[in-house]
C-alpha cells in the first residue's frame, strides 16, 4: 500500500538578488567569492528560482545541479559556496528578502563543521575496518541556533562520501519525513531535494528524488514537558529499532547515526532527556550549538560517563552561523498547515487525489495522547502505564490529525501506544448528532480496522475542504 508523501512544500518559480523586491523582477545573475552565501527568505505564497551557471554550490550539503532551476516557497536559507560560483536568479512575485554574506575562510563556521565531517569520516572508515559501529552524533542547542541545517549539512556530505546514515528526529514540534507531532529515523543513502527540509515521503506517483522510508512514532503533544514519560517511552521504542538497523545493515552500521533534537531553554535547564537519547542511542559525540552555557553543562553532566559500548562521550562546541534566522510562531504554523495540506493533496509538483470517507462514530477506535501522566508513577518509570486513553469523536476532534497505526483495534493500550505510525488522516467534520465522522485519507481502506490516536499536537487547522 503506497501512502502518500509527508514532507515540506515543493515550489514553482525564481528569484532576484541580493536586497528585498516589492515588484516583480526580471531574471538577474548573482556571482559568488569562494566561503560567500547567497542568504534568502521567501515567505509562504511567494516563490524564488535559483540556477547554478557555472562553478559549485550547495545548500545545506546537498550540491546544486548545473543549469537545473530550483524552485523555493515558504523558507529561509543560503547557498553556499566553496569554490566560487554564479546563480541565475528570478521571482515571478518578487516577494522576497535576500543579501550575499562575504566571509573568509577564517571567518565562516562552515569550514568548521566541514572539518567535523572530516573528523566522523575518519571515525566511519576505522569502524569500516574494524566492523565496529561509527559515531553516533547528537546536536543540541537552544531554538533557532542552526541545529537540523548542521544535521542536514552532515548528512549531504556523509551520502556524497557513499555513506548512508541512519538521521533519528526526535523534535517533537517539526517532523522529518513525518507530519508534526512524530519522532522519526529514517536511512540516508541518496541526496536530498534542495528545495524540500528534508524531502518528500512515500508517495502514490513518481519522485525525481530517491524517497527515503521513515519509520515514525507518533507523541502527538507541542512540547516534551506535556508527557515527559510518554516521550521518553516512544525515545526507547525508536532507539531500539534504529540500533537493531545498525547492527543488522553493515554500511549503516559504518555510518552511524546523526540526532536532531528540539531547542533547549537553557535558562531553564529543561534537558533532562537529553541524557535518556544519549543513553538509549549509545551516543558517543554531542554537538552544542550556539550556547556556551549549554555546552559547560553537557561537559559537566556527560564527563567521565562511558556508552553501553564502553566508549567515553565526547562534547564538541560549535559556533552559531551568522545566517540561521529567527522563525517565529506565525512563520512555523504556517509551515506545519503546508506541510500536512502537502501530505494530502501533494505539492505543485506532484498532485494526490485523497479519499474522503463518512464514517461511524462505532465503527473507528480512537485513542487520546494524555497530557501529563494518568498514573502516580514517577517520572523515570517510563513502562508504568499506557499515558493513552480510548475516547468518543467529539467535536474538538474536528480539523484535527489522526494518526493510524500499526497495530489491531483488539490490541492493549500498551502496544497500541508502541506501535509506529503506518500513515495520517484528517478529521473534515464531525456531526454529533448523527455521530458520524467526515474523514480524509490518503487511500481508500478501512480505517475502523486500525487504531487511530489523537493528539493536541499539531494543532487544529483551517479546514482542508474549505
Known amino acids: 500500500m503506497s501512502i502518500p508523501g509527508l514532507g515540506q512544500i515543493p515550489p514553482t518559480q525564481a528569484l532576484p538578488t541580493a536586497a528585498t523586491s516589492s515588484t516583480a523582477s526580471p531574471t538577474r545573475t548573482q556571482t559568488l567569492e569562494p566561503f560567500w552565501e ?174 527515503k522510508l521513515p519509520l515514525a512514532y507518533h507523541y502527538g503533544l507541542g512540547q516534551v514537558e506535556d508527557n515527559p514519560r510518554l516521550f521518553k517511552r516512544l525515545l526507547s521504542r525508536l532507539a531500539v529499532t534504529a540500533t537493531s538497523r545498525l547492527s543488522e545493515d553493515p554500511d549503516v552500521k559504518a555510518s552511524g547515526m546523526l ?52 566508549e567515553s562521550i565526547t562534547v564538541v562546541s560549535l559556533d552559531k552561523s551568522g545566517g540561521v534566522v529567527e522563525r517565529d510562531q506565525s512563520f512555523l504554523q504556517q509551515a506545519r498547515e503546508a506541510t500536512i495540506k502537502e501530505y494530502f493533496f501533494g505539492s505543485t509538483v506532484l498532485t494526490l487525489s485523497p479519499f474522503t470517507q463518512q464514517l461511524d462514530f462505532a465503527a473507528l477506535s480512537i485513542w487520546r495522547v494524555s497530557e501529563g501522566s494518568m498514573s502516580a ?33 483488539h490490541d492493549p493500550a500498551d502496544t497500541i501506544r508502541d506501535s509506529n505510525v503506518m500513515g495520517y488522516a484528517y478529521v473534515a467534520d464531525v456531526d454529533e448528532k448523527r455521530r458520524k465522522l467526515k474523514i480524509l485519507a490518503p487511500v481508500n481502506a478501512r480505517l475502523g480496522d486500525r487504531p487511530l490516536l489523537w493528539g493536541s499536537w499539531p494543532e487544529p487547522m483551517v479546514s482542508l475542504l474549505g
Open 377 to 409: 508513577a514517577p517520572e523515570d518509570d517510563i513502562y508504568s502505564d499506557a499515558m493513552i486513553e480510548k475516547v468518543e469523536p467529539s467535536l474538538m476532534m474536528q480539523n484535527c490529525i489522526l494518526a493510524v497505526l500499526y497495530a489491531s483495534i
Open 259 to 310: 540526532i536532531d533534537t528540539g531547542g533547549v531553554n537553557v535558562s531553564k535547564g529543561s534537558h533532562d532527556y537529553l541524557s535518556h537519547i544519549v543513553a538509549e542511542f549509545s551516543v558517543n559525540i554531542v554537538l552544542v550549538i550556539g550556547s556556551e552555557r549549554l555546552s559547560s553543562e553537557m561537559l559537566k553532566k556527560f564527563t567521565g560517563q562511558k556508552t553501553s559500548l564502553g
Open 38 to 211: 547567497y542568504r534568502f527568505e521567501v515567505p509562504h505564497g511567494s516563490t524564488l528560482d535559483i540556477k547554478l551557471v557555472s562553478g559549485t554550490a550547495e545548500r545545506d550539503g546537498t550540491e546544486l545541479g548545473p543549469n537545473i532551476p530550483y524552485t523555493f516557497t515558504a523558507t529561509k536559507s543560503k547557498i553556499n559556496t566553496w569554490h566560487g560560483c554564479t546563480l541565475e536568479i528570478s521571482s515571478p512575485t518578487g516577494n522576497y528578502d535576500a543579501y550575499t554574506s562575504e566571509p573568509t575562510a577564517d571567518e565562516t563556521p562552515m569550514v568548521s563543521y566541514l572539518n567535523l565531517h572530516f573528523k566522523l569520516e575518519a571515525l566511519r572508515a576505522a569502524a569500516e575496518r574494524t566492523g565496529e559501529m561509527g559515531p553516533r552524533v547528537l546536536v543540541v542547542g537552544p531554538p533557532n541556533a542552526g541545529k537540523t541545517s548542521l544535521v542536514k549539512m552532515l548528512t549531504g556530505w556523509a551520502t556524497r562520501m557513499g555513506r548512508q546514515p541512519l538521521v533519528v528526529n526526535t523534535d517533537c514540534r517539526e517532523g522529518m519525513l513525518a507530519l508534526p507531532g512524530s519522532l522519526s529515523a529514517a536511512v540516508f543513502a541518496t541526496i536530498i531535494d534542495v528545495t524540500t527540509d528534508w524531502g518528500t515521503t512515500p508517495s502514490s506517483g513518481p519522485s525525481a528524488i530517491p524517497v
